[in-house]
């Protein structure tokens, strides 16, 4: 993405927050007006009914939209330079979001037992995933974060997936492992 299209998605991401916040603010209003109008005009309830519920509803799309977009523009490096984006990175990079994805994978490395193929064909890959995970020093990209982060919101398919490729898995943890960095070297 070039600077171009940072400044469109940045535009877009306001927009969509405007139309979040117009929602939140508006939704209320229109309601308590159904509210209102119950008991003094109720010919005029449920049209302002039906309208806060669509302002409310416009609202919902908009925050959702809003989030996935965060989300999927958290892969792209150039992205990172728009605030929401990189915070939204920077969270799935923190201290508490990787010692919870090590833990999630060793539970999930425990569970198989030997049994999930998936898991099996990926174990040495996780163990040193969970354990890099684990390890303060070591510095992981804000993109490998995301994806990984997504891995996991996404129920690790992956691993467990009906269309899950032993292949496809190890080749996405190899991405994510070469994420990882050590502290910056003194000169």
Do not use: C, N
């Not at 299209?5 to 308590?32: H, I, N, Q």
């Amino acid at each position: 993405m070039d600077a171009r299209g940072v400044e469109r998605k940045t535009d877009e991401l306001r927009e969509l927050w405007v139309r979040t916040l117009g929602g939140l603010v508006l939704a209320p209003v229109a309601f308590a007006g159904a509210l209102v109008a119950s008991h003094l005009y109720p010919p005029l309830a449920v049209p302002l009914f039906v309208g806060a519920s669509l302002v409310a509803l416009r609202a919902m799309v908009a925050f959702v939209r809003r989030h996935l977009l965060i989300e999927d523009l958290a892969l792209d490096p150039e992205a990172l330079a728009i605030d929401e984006v990189r915070r939204f990175a920077l969270r799935a990079a923190s201290p508490k979001r990787r010692a919870e994805l090590a833990d999630s994978i060793r539970r999930m490395l425990e569970a198989s037992d030997g049994q999930v193929r998936g898991v099996e064909a990926s174990r040495a890959e996780l163990e040193e995933l969970a354990e890099a995970l684990e390890d303060g020093r070591l510095e992981l990209e804000l993109t490998e974060a995301v994806r990984l982060h997504r891995m996991a919101t996404e129920g690790w398919l992956p691993f467990y997936g009906p269309a899950a490729s032993a292949v496809d898995a190890r080749s996405r943890l190899r991405h994510i492992l070469d994420g990882f960095h050590g502290p910056p070297q003194a000169t």
